[in-house]
């Protein structure tokens, strides 16, 4: 019994191609006795076949394995196969691509990686070299690239602001020139002034022979020649017309002025108009026959000595009166000026103001407006000036100091430092410079309550005042382009 016992058999060398069935039938009854357990519950016996089939893949797998590692050298070696001419058309690439595909993939891809990583090492250490080597010389050239850029824009802002400069310079010099052409009186050589009013006395001169029409033919233009012809003919005063010169007033009418050149007394009473001075009342009254040439000035110089006034201009109130002589007319005058003081004693000590300044500045306003509802606003401003010792700049008291009320002033005769030339000097005139009228006065009296400085007119007499210099030229401007 001890030959059945399960022993391993020892290894013998694999048996070669051909070897005689004997020898097989033997191996097969040992392994058939050595494989048999004498116990075995749970795996069951193999029959011949299926031992001759697993020895025979055995083999057939070392075959296989042994010719494939065999035509891997062929291939090595680039030793093709004679009886495959497809083959042989093909590259060594193509060869191994077709029969091993796998092996090919990895043979192919491996030199195209490390060709990559050679070509992008190559890039990396050039750039590092670059980046060493030569950032002054990217930096020069890109400053030289961009500083003339820079150099033109700059060049060209220069030029634009030489532009926009030369522009402005031509523009200034143009306002210069047309504000020098059109430039107000009350702004030159740098000094301040108002703006008088434009509208100025006219001085009529009527030839002997002369008809009423003829006289209609030469009045002012404020004046209509129909209304002056109707009037004249209604109340039969064309051949009363008298010859010589005659003053007239911008705030005259048609009537008026037909009474004032005719000898035909009208209610046997003279008219005084608002602002007229001593030598205009003189040739009225000269004019209508009522008195010789300079009987009215020489009676005015006597009354004033005798009555102990300052001057005589602007002590006499305009009017309506009746004429009977010279020195009755100069007294009936001056006494109503002092009634209308009489009557507001608290606002002339108010005021702070003697009777000549009371006169003066009343007698000016008078030639700065023939409007009762401007004066108050007028007489504010000249008080506001003269009480902070500005210069009044009324061309008004230089026209009277040169007895020339039509004419145009040159700018030399503002510029002498003359007593009646108040853009020069400070202060009131040394006299008043006409008759002043009641309204005048009581607007010295009862002035406006503003602080203004400035004032102005436009072409119909519209009155427009300023508190600053640079108000009254914006004014000025505003006023001469309408």
Same mark, same amino acid.
């Given at each position: ?7 391993? #058999? ?49 083999? =057939?797998?070392? !075959? ?14 680039? !030793? ?18 077709? +029969? ?17 990583? =050679? ?36 060049? $060209?802002?220069?030029? +634009? ?9 031509? &523009? ?11 430039? #107000?009186?009350?702004? !030159?050589?740098?000094?301040? /002034? ?65 009474? &004032?050149?005719? $000898? ?29 040439? *300079?009987?009215? &000035? ?20 305009? *009017? =309506? ?75 008004? $008291?230089?026209?009277? !100091? ?17 007593? /009646? ?10 006299? *008043? ?13 009862? #002035? ?7 004032? +102005? ?5 519209? +009155? /427009?005042?300023?508190?600053? /210099?640079?108000?009254? &030229? ?9």
């Amino acid at each position: 019994m001890s030959d059945n016992k399960f022993k391993v #058999p020892a290894k013998s060398a694999p048996t070669k191609r051909g070897s005689s069935s004997k020898n097989n039938t033997q191996t097969e009854e040992k392994v058939k006795k050595t494989t048999t357990p004498k116990k075995s519950t749970s795996t069951p016996k193999k029959s011949e076949g299926e031992v001759k089939k697993k020895v025979n893949s055995t083999q =057939e797998k070392k !075959e296989i394995t042994s010719k494939k590692a065999k035509v891997n050298l062929i291939f090595d070696k680039q !030793e093709l196969p004679k009886n495959n001419p497809s083959l042989a058309n093909m590259t060594r690439e193509e060869r191994l691509a077709y +029969l091993n595909p796998k092996d090919v993939k990895k043979n192919v891809e491996k030199p195209k990686e490390e060709k990559g990583k =050679e070509t992008r090492s190559e890039i990396t250490s050039l750039m590092e070299s670059v980046k060493k080597n030569t950032p002054k010389k990217e930096e020069n050239v890109q400053k030289e690239i961009t500083l003339p850029v820079k150099k033109e824009k700059s060049n $060209t802002l220069i030029y +634009l602001v030489i532009l926009l400069i030369i522009i402005l310079l031509i &523009l200034t010099i143009a306002l210069l020139v047309k504000k020098r052409i059109n430039k #107000p009186k009350q702004i !030159e050589n740098g000094n301040i /002034y108002l703006a008088t009013n434009e509208d100025l006395s006219v001085k009529l001169t009527i030839k002997s022979g002369m008809s009423a029409s003829q006289v209609a033919s030469i009045l002012p233009s404020f004046l209509q020649k129909d209304l002056f012809l109707t009037y004249v003919n209604q109340n039969n005063l064309a051949s009363s017309i008298r010859t010589g010169e005659y003053l007239i007033n911008s705030t005259f009418n048609e009537e008026e002025v037909a009474k &004032l050149i005719t $000898t035909k007394k009208v209610n046997d009473s003279v008219l005084i108009y608002p602002g007229y001075t001593l030598n205009d009342i003189d040739l009225a009254l000269s004019n209508r026959d009522l008195i010789k040439a *300079g009987e009215f &000035l020489k009676a005015a110089e006597s009354f004033s000595k005798a009555n102990g006034l300052s001057f005589s201009e602007g002590y006499f109130l305009s *009017g =309506e009166y009746k004429f009977i002589s010279s020195i009755d007319l100069l007294e009936e005058m001056n006494n109503a000026l002092f009634e209308i003081l009489k009557n507001y004693p608290e606002q002339v000590v108010n005021s702070g103001l003697s009777v000549d300044e009371i006169v003066k500045i009343a007698s000016i306003i008078n030639r700065e407006t023939q409007d009762n509802t401007q004066m108050s606003d007028i007489a504010a401003i000249i008080l506001n000036r003269y009480r902070q010792n500005m210069p009044l700049g009324i061309d008004a $008291t230089t026209r009277y !100091e040169l007895n020339n009320w039509s004419d145009v002033i040159s700018q030399s005769i503002y510029e002498k430092d003359t007593p /009646y030339n108040t853009r020069r000097k400070a202060g009131l005139p040394p006299t *008043g410079i006409g008759c002043p009228s009641e309204e005048a006065i009581l607007a010295v009296l009862f #002035p406006s309550k503003i602080s203004d400085l400035y004032y +102005l007119h436009d072409k119909e007499g519209k +009155l /427009y005042t300023s508190q600053s /210099y640079e108000e009254h &030229l914006k004014t000025y401007e505003k006023v001469h382009s309408l």
